[in-house]
């Protein structure tokens, strides 16, 4: 589903949405829960797409619901795997997590991608500028593409209106505010989560930080 130009919703994602950005790369925002390959690369096929098109694979942050299939698609299309540098020992598997994540980790399976490439702030992705939004997790990040946030899991939204993610996944919720605060600044029209469906932003922004 097209949201605004050049970006698409993966409908096939839902629960999870993965994000397909036609900007001077196609670049893939996040992976979605595993088992979820082949619809994926269905869903670029619906979009006149190879799968070796494919560019660049971003993940927002480590959560499982993010990293599903990233080892997978990395694998068939050839695309650069990113993360932020906060991020990816987590992504790897090779440090222990705390509280529901734990659990998580436990509950859901995830083929870990190893090798990956890391982003850092200010950095474009094929025209996709990172935004550092800790809070959620330590390195999360978000992605700006014109005037479009690709926010991860900096906040989701609720019958076409913008939440803060569920506080039992926040890692650090001073940090989350000061990142909800600091994205308050920029210059955007779309909100696109992975939780809930895209929301123009309007004066939301500002009832959340
Ligand atoms: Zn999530």
Redesign the pocket.
């Known amino acids: 589903m097209e949201i605004t130009k050049n970006v698409h919703l993966l409908t096939a994602t839902k629960g999870?949405y993965s994000y397909l950005v036609l900007g001077n790369e196609p670049v893939l925002v996040d992976t979605s829960f595993p088992g979820r390959t082949a619809a994926i690369l269905h869903a670029l096929k619906d979009l006149g797409m190879e799968p070796k098109d494919l560019a660049h694979i971003v993940l927002t942050?480590h959560?499982v619901?993010?990293v599903g299939n990233a080892k997978a698609l990395a694998a068939i299309t050839g695309a650069d795997l990113w993360a932020s540098a906060e991020e990816v020992p987590f992504i790897e598997g090779r440090v222990k997590e705390r509280g529901a994540r734990k659990l998580l980790k436990v509950l859901v399976r995830v083929d870990r991608p190893q090798g990956m490439r890391t982003y850092e702030a200010g950095k474009q992705i094929g025209g996709l500028e990172v935004i550092p939004t800790p809070g959620h997790t330590p390195g999360h990040v978000s992605l700006l593409f014109g005037d479009v946030l690709l926010a991860?899991?900096l906040v989701q939204t609720k019958k076409g209106l913008l939440r803060l993610?569920p506080g039992l996944?926040t890692w650090d919720k001073e940090t989350l505010r000061r990142s909800l605060r600091k994205v308050g600044k920029l210059q955007f029209h779309w909100v696109c989560p992975?939780?809930g469906e895209p929301v123009q932003r309007g004066s939301q922004w500002e009832t959340l930080a």
């Open positions: 999870s942050h959560d619901d993010h991860g899991d993610a996944f992975a939780h």
